[in-house]
């Protein structure tokens, strides 16, 4: 009991005196307006790709493509926790068959691309492919994927896991200006 008590201190303590947290936070730069209509300067988390390019682990063009990946991994509508799509009612002419049509399209170009994006990174069945898929289209933690997922079964260390991300960066970064280029 007392053991609980002096590590729950300790994490007060911590928390205090401004120690790091389990996850990256960051703070916005210059006051906005709150709802209130009152200056703030409100806490953000720090995605993995912002935060390994601030450390200097990453380029900004490798940063692009992992974004680039992400957004084209949400529109391909891979995640399978994924909620109703509510911003658009379907109603109108956005029930009408063209939009459906012309939506489909979308999510299967945008399929195709995260399916050619993970095969240069070697495919699915790859250390990079596996980190792609998981740490940036699912967005899950480097560590959490590191320790749960890991490669072939295995886990891999957090060092380990980062210098696949940043390779598997690297890979999809030289691809997309590859393609960019024909």
């Keep these: 009991m ?10 007060a303590r911590s928390r205090r005196t401004g120690a790091s ?16 209509g009152q200056p703030a ?19 900004a063009g490798m940063r692009q493509a992992g974004e680039g990946f992400r957004a084209r991994f949400t529109t391909a ?12 009612p379907m109603t109108g002419h956005g029930s009408s068959r063209s939009f459906r049509e012309e939506r489909a399209l979308r999510i299967e170009r945008a399929r195709e ?5 993970i095969l240069a990174v070697g495919g699915l ?3 990079g492919g596996l ?9 899950r933690s480097l560590k959490e994927w590191a320790l749960e997922q890991g490669w ?21 970064a030289a691809h997309l200006t590859a393609a960019t280029r024909s």
């Excluded at 995605?47 to 990453?58: F, H, N, V, Y």
Aim: glycine fraction near 6%; hydrophobic fraction near 45%; include cysteine.
């Design 2 to 11: 007392i053991t609980i008590f002096k590590d729950v201190m300790r994490r």
């Design 21 to 36: 947290t389990p996850w990256p936070i960051g703070r916005v730069q210059f006051a906005i307006t709150d709802s209130f």
């Design 41 to 59: 300067r409100p806490h953000y988390a720090v995605d993995t790709l912002t935060a390994m390019e601030r450390r200097g682990s990453i380029t």
């Design 77 to 88: 509508q891979l995640d399978p926790l994924s909620a109703l799509e509510i911003s658009r």
């Design 113 to 117: 691309d995260v399916r050619c994006a």
């Design 125 to 127: 069945q790859s250390a």
């Design 131 to 139: 980190c792609l898929w998981h740490v940036v289209g699912l967005q």
């Design 152 to 172: 072939n079964g295995r886990r891999v260390s957090q060092e380990v896991a980062s210098g696949i991300l940043i390779a598997a960066l690297g890979v999809l």
